[in-house]
């Protein structure tokens, strides 16, 4: 139901769209606002735990954005999926990582991670395309109903997790030379989480912060078709796919990653001021920006202490969110020229 929520409320509920968009608009800001909270939850609790609790809030969204009517019921459901976000966010990579580092193979993260994305956007294409063929066959009920039993297999994974034992050692088997990134590590092991830690994760932001600005005025072109704008949202999800894909075994520190970050700038920066960026210049950004992601995860869960994980992923997961949110306004903002 991921295409088909808004006309759901809209069109099903009689929700006006004034009130709905701005309770996705609430629910962005709990998302931004809840990571840290939540991600020092799981850092303290344990990241199985914080996986559960995110897929029961996941679940029950989802009951409430189907059941529920008017405009209490799409913003209880909005909040609960935010919340539910925030408790998954930061803890997933977490967990990830300390799994890999307990086995002995720590230095497999990157791979999973990217791959693990890679193929999470590509079924987000399908799911959006079979969600829209499954509603036109047997209507939203069918829709809702497979959206809810799919959230509570997502729960029933979480639970046959297991949190592996803490490591006595911030990061093992990286000496400080091997680790140029952690310099969010003091030589005590404990991260700094100041300026340095920011200097690793604001490349990815402020690439995620253009690309989704870029495709943000494709969107909203003035003599866009619905047909184009489905075939840019799979091409660009695609792209990010791709990137993805290929950053699972791409090298590369914090120096690669505001190299890619100056490219993606580049790339679209003077598409930005016409009425909509090309989409060759939209597919490559993110592409570039689907190479980064799983590059500074590596670097963050390799740079931090073992207790701040969930925290350090979750804080980063806030930075994109935040920046590009002041993105969008920026560019929303903009005057329009007509071809």
């Given at each position: 139901?991921?295409?088909?929520?808004?006309?759901?409320?809209?069109?099903?509920?009689?929700?006006?769209?004034?009130?709905?968009?701005?309770?996705?608009?609430?629910?962005?800001?709990?998302?931004?606002?809840?990571?840290?909270?939540?991600?020092?939850?799981a850092d303290r609790r344990g990241h199985r735990a914080s996986l559960i609790v995110g897929s029961i809030l996941q679940t029950?969204?989802?009951?409430?954005?189907?059941?529920?009517?008017?405009?209490?019921?799409?913003?209880?459901?909005?909040?609960?999926?935010?919340?539910?976000?925030?408790?998954?966010?930061?803890?997933?990579?977490?967990?990830?990582?300390?799994?890999?580092?307990?086995?002995?193979?720590?230095?497999?993260?990157?791979?999973?991670?990217?791959?693990?994305?890679?193929?999470?956007?590509?079924?987000?294409?399908?799911?959006?395309?079979?969600?829209?063929?499954?509603?036109?066959?047997?209507?939203?009920?069918?829709?809702?109903?497979?959206?809810?039993?799919?959230?509570?297999?997502?729960?029933?994974?979480?639970?046959?997790?297991?949190?592996?034992?803490?490591?006595?050692?911030?990061?093992?088997?990286?000496?400080?030379?091997?680790?140029?990134?952690?310099?969010?590590?003091?030589?005590?092991?404990?991260?700094?989480?100041?300026?340095?830690?920011?200097?690793?994760?604001?490349?990815?932001?402020?690439?995620?912060?253009?690309?989704?600005?870029?495709?943000?005025?494709?969107?909203?072109?003035?003599?866009?078709?619905?047909?184009?704008?489905?075939?840019?949202?799979?091409?660009?999800?695609?792209?990010?796919?791709?990137?993805?894909?290929?950053?699972?075994?791409?090298?590369?520190?914090?120096?690669?990653?505001?190299?890619?970050?100056?490219?993606?700038?580049?790339?679209?920066?003077?598409?930005?001021?016409?009425?909509?960026?090309?989409?060759?210049?939209?597919?490559?950004?993110?592409?570039?920006?689907?190479?980064?992601?799983?590059?500074?995860?590596?670097?963050?869960?390799?740079?931090?202490?073992?207790?701040?994980?969930?925290?350090?992923?979750s804080l980063a997961s806030a930075c994109d969110k935040a920046i590009a949110t002041v993105a969008l306004l920026a560019v929303?903002?903009?005057?329009?020229?007509?071809?």
């Amino acid at each position: 139901m991921h295409g088909l929520y808004v006309m759901w409320w809209v069109q099903e509920r009689h929700v006006p769209v004034e009130a709905v968009a701005v309770i996705l608009a609430a629910g962005d800001l709990a998302v931004t606002a809840l990571e840290v909270p939540t991600g020092w939850l799981a850092d303290r609790r344990g990241h199985r735990a914080s996986l559960i609790v995110g897929s029961i809030l996941q679940t029950a969204g989802m009951l409430f954005a189907w059941l529920g009517r008017g405009v209490p019921g799409v913003l209880t459901s909005c909040l609960i999926i935010a919340a539910g976000d925030a408790f998954r966010s930061g803890a997933d990579q977490a967990l990830l990582f300390q799994s890999c580092a307990a086995i002995g193979r720590e230095s497999d993260f990157q791979t999973i991670e990217g791959r693990t994305r890679s193929v999470q956007l590509v079924a987000l294409v399908a799911l959006v395309l079979a969600g829209g063929a499954i509603v036109h066959v047997w209507g939203f009920a069918a829709g809702w109903l497979i959206e809810t039993a799919m959230s509570a297999v997502g729960l029933a994974i979480a639970f046959a997790m297991t949190q592996p034992p803490p490591q006595t050692d911030a990061v093992p088997s990286l000496t400080p030379k091997a680790r140029p990134e952690g310099r969010a590590v003091r030589a005590d092991g404990r991260s700094t989480m100041g300026l340095r830690f920011a200097w690793l994760i604001v490349p990815a932001s402020l690439l995620g912060a253009v690309a989704s600005a870029a495709v943000f005025l494709a969107q909203t072109a003035p003599d866009g078709t619905p047909g184009q704008a489905t075939m840019l949202v799979a091409s660009v999800t695609l792209a990010e796919a791709a990137g993805a894909f290929v950053g699972a075994r791409f090298a590369g520190g914090v120096g690669v990653q505001w190299m890619l970050m100056g490219l993606g700038i580049t790339i679209v920066a003077a598409p930005l001021i016409a009425p909509a960026p090309h989409l060759g210049a939209l597919v490559t950004v993110c592409f570039l920006m689907g190479l980064s992601y799983p590059l500074r995860a590596a670097s963050i869960q390799r740079g931090v202490a073992d207790g701040l994980r969930a925290r350090a992923a979750s804080l980063a997961s806030a930075c994109d969110k935040a920046i590009a949110t002041v993105a969008l306004l920026a560019v929303g903002m903009l005057p329009r020229r007509r071809r």
